[in-house]
C-alpha cells in the first residue's frame, strides 16, 4: 500500500531523496569535526631552537625606543664559563668595558637584574623565525629611575 494520492514511482522517488537529505544531515558535521581535527593538529612550521653558540658574535644594536633613541652601535657576545651563559659587551652604548652576563635560551636570551657601572640593568631578547634579527627590552636604572629601551640586534 502508498499513501493517498502517490504511486508506486513517486513514492520510491520520494524515500530515496529523504534517504540522501538524511547522509546529507550527517555528512555535514562529520567533515566540520574533521576539521576540527586537522586544526588542532601539530604546527606545520614550528619555531626554531637555538643554542649558546648561535648568539656568539659581533651584533649591531639599533635601539628604536627608549631615553637615547635612535641610536646604533656594535654589541659583542661572548660565551661564559656555563652551557647557556653569555656575556654581552657594549649594550647601551656604554662602551665595550661595559659587560653583562646573561644565560642563552633556545629561542633568545634573559639579562638577569645586575648593576655595572652603577647601572642596574635586566632585559629579554627573542628570535623570531631566523636568528636575526633579535628583538632586545632592556630596562636601566642609573638611580633616577627605570628607563626602558627597545632595541634590535642583527647581523
Known amino acids: 500500500y502508498y499513501p493517498i494520492g502517490l504511486g508506486k514511482t513517486q513514492c520510491r522517488a520520494r524515500s530515496s531523496s529523504t534517504v540522501a537529505m538524511k547522509y546529507r544531515a550527517l555528512a555535514i558535521p562529520l567533515l566540520f569535526s574533521l576539521s576540527l ?69 633556545s629561542q633568545g636570551f634573559n639579562i638577569p637584574l645586575q648593576t655595572v657601572d652603577g647601572l642596574s640593568v635586566t632585559g629579554t631578547a627573542v628570535t623570531g623565525d631566523e636568528l636575526s634579527p633579535i628583538d632586545l627590552l632592556f630596562d636601566l636604572n642609573d638611580g633616577s629611575g627605570v628607563q626602558t629601551t627597545e632595541a634590535r640586534l642583527a647581523r
Open 37 to 105: 581535527l586537522t586544526a588542532c593538529g601539530e604546527e606545520d612550521n614550528p619555531q626554531k631552537s637555538y643554542s649558546r653558540n648561535d648568539y656568539l658574535g659581533t651584533w649591531t644594536c639599533t635601539e628604536e625606543s627608549g631615553p637615547n633613541a635612535p641610536q646604533l652601535y656594535s654589541v659583542e657576545i661572548t660565551a661564559g664559563s656555563g652551557a647557556n651563559d653569555l656575556f654581552i659587551a657594549g649594550l647601551a652604548n656604554q662602551g665595550q668595558g661595559f659587560v653583562l652576563q646573561a644565560e642563552a635560551l
